[in-house]
């Protein structure tokens, strides 16, 4: 591995020094979860964050407490998203699929049930059914399921909320990013307010569920706490102290950087060998042809990307140092996962972003680390984010919980967002309910996970669908079949020796494409997809 990936002596000594605490704690957790005394909840949610982007998943990147977490827990390489932020979210709320629950593209209302923009009223959130239940619900960070005030976090069951409900913002501002009037809404509970912007904003994310864990220190009632950081969504923006700390560690490139992550992913056992790693993506240079002053200004992006993940895993620490000093740490379960895949949209290209070019990094500054590192952080796999290849659709995962998983498990278990409600219901002793304040709700699609926590089942999800903006894909078994709306192509993989999607094989096995695509007609007319160029022409 070229010397530019390895973390300075200096950086991992910091690093390890602040992940050194609460690593004894988790190792020395007990088996002392009581069986009548039903446990907290923690689900921690990041933005763009790309498959291979933590320590723990093969990244270079400094992330001690999520490493932490993971050693003392359980990471699932067999995880997935539903490719975008909105749908993701919906997914992981309700337990349906996003277009059962009325959010199966953005927020905009396309003119059909299944692309409304925001949750219907025939899905109920784990939020919901957690405090009808007596637990206490929080949320901290983006929304991005609606903006209707029926779809607001407050009146979905959170009794505590600090909300960004747009798909992004300013670290420091509080103005928009785009050219066409959208604004940034952020609220506490159900009242707009205006953010502090003296705040660096994945902070304030974590300060407000730290205070709120403070409040809940005699409640002797359980809680749920949903954070979600707006880290690592473009805009690039961090604190000048985490950026220096990375800055000139990239100048090897993405090439070798990518073949690193993928050693240690393979050695860490995340990989399999023979996920071979994907062709560089098109448009995207060798970084040999690159010159010094384009190496530099490259570096710096993914210095200033590498600083936002650290920060956001600084605030994981916060908060799990929190939970150890209110006592509550060997009773609560923690799930951490990413919405999708590493992002490849390059801001800078895009006429309806504002355009700021002060110091990279800074508030003055508006833009994103581009397909080349977004390439890197979905590593091994193709595509990025809005994509159903497996860059798109790939996060990493982690659940932590003493006395029921056990330490340093890997589990290749295929599993999905949706399976995170029914999981939250296993874990409270819940029934999920036919009605819900009157209203029938859907079945649940998703599955628990709670036997595999347990008895490491690799049995979780058999069948699996995608649908964005056009983009298909199922995975059935062994077996994917995957399309993407520009390429207008069906392909085929095998996952149990191509995971990276390198060998298309629907030449070889016309009946098993002609198979899977029945099946994914069949889904979407359950689901309500409806065709994307259809919508688009409306």
Not at 248 to 271: Q, V
Not at 281 to 294: D, G, H, M
Not at 433 to 451: C, D, I, Q, R, Y
Request: proline residues 4%; contains cysteine; aromatic residues 10%.
């Amino acid at each position: 591995m070229s010397t530019q990936f390895r973390v300075s002596f200096s950086l991992m000594l910091i690093t390890l020094s602040l992940g050194n605490t609460f690593s004894k704690e988790i190792h020395h957790a007990t088996d002392s979860t009581q069986k009548n005394n039903r446990p907290n909840i923690i689900i921690i949610l990041a933005d763009d964050m790309g498959f291979s982007d933590l320590g723990c998943f093969g990244s270079e990147i400094a992330t001690p407490y999520l490493d932490q977490l993971a050693a003392g827990g359980m990471r699932m390489n067999n995880f997935y998203n539903c490719g975008r932020c909105c749908p993701s979210r919906a997914s992981l709320l309700t337990g349906l699929y996003p277009h059962q629950a009325g959010v199966g593209d953005m927020l905009q209302n396309k003119g059909y049930p299944a692309y409304q923009g925001f949750l219907d009223d025939s899905c109920v959130t784990i939020a919901e059914l957690l405090k009808q239940a007596g637990y206490h619900t929080i949320t901290s960070g983006k929304w991005h399921v609606g903006t209707e005030a029926s779809a607001l976090a407050c009146n979905r069951g959170f009794d505590k909320s600090f909300t960004m409900l747009n798909n992004g913002s300013s670290y420091y501002k509080n103005g928009p990013l785009y050219n066409d009037g959208r604004t940034v809404t952020f609220m506490e509970g159900c009242t707009p307010v205006q953010r502090d912007t003296t705040y660096y904003l994945t902070q304030q994310i974590t300060d407000f569920a730290v205070q709120a864990l403070d409040e809940q220190k005699n409640n002797v009632n359980p809680f749920f706490l949903y954070v979600t950081y707006t880290a690592p969504h473009w805009p690039i923006q961090a604190p000048q102290e985490d950026i220096d700390k990375y800055k000139g560690h990239y100048m090897g490139g993405w090439d070798k950087l990518r073949e690193a992550r993928r050693a240690k992913m393979i050695h860490e056992n995340i990989a399999d060998e023979s996920w071979k790693l994907s062709t560089r993506f098109e448009n995207v240079p060798a970084w040999e042809t690159l010159s010094e002053k384009e190496k530099k200004a490259w570096d710096l992006k993914m210095a200033i990307y590498a600083a936002m993940v650290n920060r956001m895993d600084q605030g994981v620490g916060e908060i799990l140092h929190k939970l150890k000093e209110t006592g509550q740490d060997k009773n609560t379960l923690i799930i951490f996962l990413s919405d999708n895949g590493g992002s490849g949209d390059e801001v800078r290209k895009l006429n309806y972003v504002i355009q700021r070019n002060g110091k990279p990094g800074s508030a003055e500054n508006i833009d994103s680390y581009d397909r080349p590192w977004g390439n890197v952080s979905n590593t091994p796999f193709r595509t990025f984010k809005r994509n159903v290849h497996e860059g798109g659709i790939s996060t990493p995962f982690i659940a932590y919980y003493p006395g029921v998983i056990s330490p340093g498990t890997i589990n290749p278990a295929t599993a999905h967002i949706m399976d995170i409600l029914p999981t939250c219901l296993d874990v409270a002793q819940i029934k999920y309910p036919a009605t819900f304040h009157g209203n029938t709700l859907k079945s649940l699609t998703g599955v628990s996970l709670m036997e595999n926590f347990k008895n490491f089942s690799i049995v979780a999800n058999q069948t699996l669908f995608w649908e964005h903006e056009g983009n298909k894909a199922v995975r059935d078994g062994k077996w994917k079949l995957v399309y993407e709306l520009d390429w207008d192509k069906w392909e085929l993989y095998d996952m149990t020796t191509d995971r990276s999607e390198t060998n298309d094989l629907s030449a070889q096995h016309p009946d098993q494409v002609k198979r899977l695509k029945a099946l994914h007609d069949q889904w979407c007319q359950k689901v309500g997809v409806v065709d994307w160029l259809k919508i688009k022409s409306n």
